[in-house]
């Protein structure tokens, strides 16, 4: 680690969202070594974007701690079609970006091979690399967001169409005559299944008099909801949010057999906003109806999957393609990662490297150790201590498999859900009392996530633990 390393590469990934602007510093390994996330200016001016972009290039550099000489290319994902050979965007429907010269400029500006590449497209390559697409002959993502987009990988390499404009699911008409689309035609899978078109048939359902929960939630403002509010909603069980994602879902589930009888991917991936949100509820009805599927063969293969790598997948993806820029194959590397030595020295003792830990312990797909229930911080306000959030943190970085020391018992947690969660996102799991577990996580050689269970109470109830 560190700067003596320099003659390793090291790669910027930046995903240019229409809401937010995630930046990463990342090796070949795919360990990402610093991030910044910052939100898109709304003035509507593309200098705006551009100066916010580069800003977020130069904040995540210094954070990582290297000299920016050490960077080989930068990887840039926008949400929109863009023109890979000349640099340019040309169309950003939902951002100003439209017509922007960003790759001229930006390399200009770092004097780096800088890549442009489609975010859905750049996701879908995060996953074939090291998520749920991974060692598949071919993956196709598709990501519900505030619209849908998707991307094809085939033998680890994108197919961009012959106008650079393939993978535009969002806009197959599913509802012929159905709602306008942003495009301008009507009934498009996204105008159906998007967010906001979930956000349009809710607020439309609460005109006509329905009740939700929602009204609660957002204090009677329900002029934007978000995924995560959907998310509680569903916890709850309101019987609004209910209907109308598992309509969205259906029609989700529907072109996924549209996807499966046209192009027969090993593998498709969902991801995006919604489905990280609201995933494991959409899961049942979108498995129902791939598996009722009456087109002789089409079961055999072409299973679907949930992203394993969430909001990363773009980042890396974009890795992927600035890595390829100057002939650098990642994915030869994905298991050179440097894992922690771990060992129990009593009943209840973990070692771990030099440190010694008396209390639950998580080591990250990265090799990097935290004591669980993490420390509350203000930039993650979703870090918690309940099973989906532990769940979520051993999914993340390209995991391969799931160790968990579940006590020095071993019998008394209920892992159930860990299993269902990780099956779904193509994530192997082991669950061992810690000791054993220790030892499986030392032999394995995996790209492995582990969560040692050595004192305390179980995840769910861990938020009263003293
Ligand atoms: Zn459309």
């Known amino acids: 680690m560190g700067k003596k390393n320099g003659k390793k590469h090291h790669f910027v990934a930046v995903d240019v969202g229409a809401t937010k602007i ?29 100066a916010s972009i580069e800003s977020a290039i130069d904040t995540v550099v210094r954070k990582s701690d290297l000299y920016f000489s050490e960077i080989s290319a930068i990887g840039v994902a926008i949400p929109g079609v863009v023109n890979p050979k000349r640099g340019e965007i040309l169309r950003t429907p939902n951002s100003c970006l439209s017509g922007v010269s960003l790759e001229p400029h930006l390399t200009a500006k770092f004097g780096k091979r800088v890549v ?39 033998k680890r390499k994108l197919w961009r169409g012959a106008r650079e404009v393939a993978g535009e699911i969002g806009h197959i008409v599913m509802g012929m005559g159905g709602p306008v689309c942003g495009c301008g035609n009507r009934g ?17 359902a609460v005109a006509r008099g329905e ?62 906003g919604v489905v990280e949100a609201c995933g494991d509820y959409m899961w049942e009805t979108i498995k129902r109806i791939i598996d009722a599927d009456q087109l002789p ?51 209840d003792t973990l070692k771990v490297d030099k440190k010694t830990f008396t209390n639950d312990v998580v080591i ?32 993340r970085g390209g995991t391969e498999l799931v160790i968990l020391g579940t006590g020095p018992d071993g019998d008394t947690w209920d892992v159930t859900p860990f299993f269902q969660y990780f099956e779904k996102r193509r994530i192997s799991v082991l669950a061992l009392p ?26 769910s109830t861990s938020e009263n633990r003293t």
């Open 22 to 50: 995630l930046a990463v510093v990342c090796d070949p390994c795919g360990v990402i070594r610093s991030r910044d996330r910052r939100e898109t200016p709304r003035s509507g001016k593309p200098e705006d974007v551009i």
């Open 116 to 154: 442009l590449g489609n975010d859905c497209n750049f996701g879908t390559l995060g996953e074939a690399w090291l998520g749920a697409g991974r060692e598949a002959s071919s993956v196709f993502g598709i990501f519900v967001g505030t619209g849908i987009g998707s991307g094809f990988v085939r």
């Open 188 to 204: 498009c899978f996204e105008a159906l299944a998007g967010r906001n078109a979930i956000e349009r048939e809710i607020r439309e």
């Open 211 to 272: 009740s939700t929960i929602l009204t609660d939630l957002l204090q009677g403002d329900l002029s934007v909801i978000k995924s995560r509010v959907l998310r509680m909603a569903l916890d709850q069980k309101d019987p609004l949010v209910t209907r109308v994602i598992s309509r969205a879902s259906e029609v989700i589930g529907y072109a996924c057999l549209t996807v499966r009888h046209l192009l027969d991917p090993e593998w498709i991936v969902l991801g995006g």
């Open 297 to 347: 063969g089409a079961q055999q293969r072409g299973g679907i999957c949930l992203s394993a790598l969430g909001d990363d997948a773009v980042v890396l993806g974009g890795v992927v393609a600035a890595a390829r820029a100057v002939g650098c194959n990642v994915f030869k590397l994905v298991r050179n990662v440097e894992y922690p030595q771990v060992k129990m020295t009593s009943r």
């Open 364 to 395: 990250l797909s990265d090799g990097r150790v935290k004591k669980w229930p993490p420390e509350k911080k203000g930039d993650r306000p979703n870090s918690g201590s309940s099973t989906a959030d532990l769940a979520e943190t051993l999914c």
């Open 434 to 459: 810690t000791a054993q577990a220790v030892g499986s996580y030392q032999r394995s050689k995996s790209r492995k996530t582990a969560f040692f269970r050595l004192g305390g109470a179980t995840p």
